[in-house]
């Protein structure tokens, strides 16, 4: 029996379903944001946005972008359609022989990269010359393993995730922040630098999730290890990931490019551009780790299994319900950071090294990046609609014409705007990617989908100005709110107390004026929080 044809054993999945698996993913990326938003107050302690910072910024992109291209993005979209097909035809040593070849695989050429990496370094560094070359080329040697360790740990993530098992992934992010803030401070009386400990801490940190993941692994019943290379490439199983994952590298490699690119401009746009782009854009993923990532992660499988069934009306419905409930929050959130980004960033990051003009610059990033962020919280959403078919190839040209539209924008608008332009352009590229993918799925014949996408846009419009007219009073208070506290020394006092009280205006207005619309999502999900707590 094919992959295509393969039944699932698995029921039809429920909203309530992936309301359960995606709030309890929730809570746990919740609780890893934090601690990643306490990682970023550590740096910003000890590093501030100078040159120290940014040496750090850039050799820690450069892993990190061969580590989406080895590990989530291509697992996530190439693994765990196939993985689901050896799944349908329960056979245990067909499986087996698929995840050997798997690993072999994946492990041969995340070593043959790192090596390769690690002798390159000066030569990618140049692409980047920062304020410390020498610095950026010993810290990016250092971290270049995380790939190879990182790498694994997203194999047995995919594993764990296609048999609609979430928690111990959903743990390991929370491990390695930990390890990040820890370890420094554990081993930093010995080291050159705090830079060099933290880099200690990213390789502990990724040693750390493959670990704590395996046992779920083995509990789950799945056996594997290493077999021959040219065996393992002639696996049908591995020949079918090769064929899902080449176009999906190239779509992920411009994306990710993106990150490199602006860092390169930004490393030239003057000290603290790099590293407020990076305290801006930790912020930004703080939202979309909770809520776009967590969605996007219960959603695949989900839709998955309603693509090979042929459910195409649940197919759409999941994804209209998914996409509303995001909007819900990042539409709200958006506007809210609009108006209080620079308290938020205040009271998240100003201490010590991180001072006032630290605040300034990663403020005034932050704005512009928030423009964007409902546009790459759907992207998230919106590309499993795809993988979930095997289309790697649509998702891969809208990310290498938002990658192309990107480019061109940060060129024009770095030198005018600074690092402000580089977050502009990077928020119009993800409408930009947004659009297109949207216009792909119109065209793409699935059942149901038209009206589906036609209710969610109606829906962005409906909260936009929901969340325009909650805006409105705190607009005008935020000013006297803020000079009430302003003379406080206290960096909580001054920009904390402000910062909860138009919190609680703005929630309360939000929270009436859905309840007046009776909103159909917020109802939804309130209801399903309600039903949880009760069942406790």
Not at 53 to 59: L, R
Not at 181 to 187: R, S
Not at 250 to 268: E, F, H, K, P, R
Not at 274 to 286: D, K, P
Request: aromatic fraction near 10%; glycine fraction near 8%; charged fraction near 15%.
């Amino acid at each position: 029996m094919s992959d295509e044809t393969a039944p699932i054993p698995s029921p039809p999945s429920t909203s309530s379903r992936m309301l359960r698996e995606g709030s309890k993913l929730s809570l746990l990326t919740l609780i890893s944001r934090v601690l990643g938003l306490v990682r970023e107050m550590t740096k910003a302690a000890f590093m501030g946005t100078g040159g120290l910072a940014d040496a750090f910024t850039v050799s820690f992109i450069i892993p990190n972008f061969l580590r989406r291209l080895f590990a989530e993005g291509s697992i996530t979209v190439a693994f765990i359609p196939t993985f689901s097909g050896f799944i349908g035809e329960n056979d245990e040593k067909k499986t087996r022989e698929f995840l050997s070849a798997t690993l072999t695989v994946l492990v041969t050429l995340v070593t043959a990269v790192v090596a390769l990496g690690i002798a390159m370094t000066p030569l990618l560094v140049r692409l980047f010359f920062g304020s410390d070359p020498v610095e950026t080329i010993i810290l990016t040697r250092i971290m270049f393993p995380f790939l190879a360790l990182v790498s694994l740990a997203a194999l047995f993530q995919g594993m764990l995730n296609s048999v609609g098992v979430f928690t111990p992934s959903g743990m390991a992010p929370i491990l390695f922040n930990l390890c990040f803030i820890g370890v420094p401070y554990l081993i930093g009386g010995w080291t050159v630098n705090p830079a060099r400990a933290m880099a200690i801490g990213v390789l502990v940190g990724g040693l750390v999730q493959g670990l704590w993941q395996l046992p779920a692994v083995i509990k789950a019943g799945y056996r594997f290890g290493f077999i021959g290379l040219g065996r393992a490439f002639r696996n049908p199983g591995m020949r079918k990931v090769m064929k899902l994952i080449a176009p999906t590298i190239i779509g992920m490699a411009a994306y990710q490019l993106n990150d490199l690119v602006c860092t390169s401009l930004a490393s030239n746009a003057g000290t603290g551009a790099a590293s407020s782009l990076q305290y801006s854009l930790r912020l930004q993923e703080l939202i979309l780790g909770i809520f776009a990532v967590s969605a996007g992660t219960v959603l695949l499988p989900e839709l998955t299994r309603a693509a090979r069934a042929r459910e195409w009306d649940v197919f759409s419905e999941q994804l209209r319900k998914t996409l509303s409930a995001i909007a819900l929050v990042t539409i709200p959130v958006a506007a809210f950071s609009l108006l209080m980004g620079r308290e938020i960033v205040t009271v998240l990051f100003r201490t010590r090294a991180f001072g006032e003009d630290s605040v300034s610059l990663t403020a005034q990033v932050f704005f512009f990046h928030m423009l964007g962020l409902f546009f790459i919280a759907s992207n998230r959403l919106l590309a499993p609609a795809f993988y979930s078919r095997e289309d790697t190839r649509s998702p891969t040209w809208a990310g290498l014409a938002s990658f192309g539209a990107n480019i061109v924008l940060a060129l024009l608008l770095v030198r005018p705007m600074g690092g402000n332009g580089i977050a502009l352009a990077l928020s119009l590229s993800s409408a930009l990617n947004t659009f297109i993918l949207v216009a792909l799925l119109l065209r793409s014949g699935v059942r149901g989908m038209k009206g589906a996408l036609k209710r969610s846009f109606l829906y962005m419009l409906r909260l936009v100005g929901l969340s325009l007219l909650a805006a409105i009073p705190l607009y005008f208070l935020r000013a006297p709110l803020v000079n009430i506290f302003s003379s406080s020394p206290s960096r909580l006092v001054a920009a904390g107390i402000p910062l909860v009280l138009a919190t609680l205006l703005f929630g309360g207005i939000g929270v009436i004026l859905l309840a007046i619309t009776k909103d159909e999502t917020a109802l939804f999900l309130s209801g399903g929080l309600r039903r949880r707590l009760l069942r406790r």
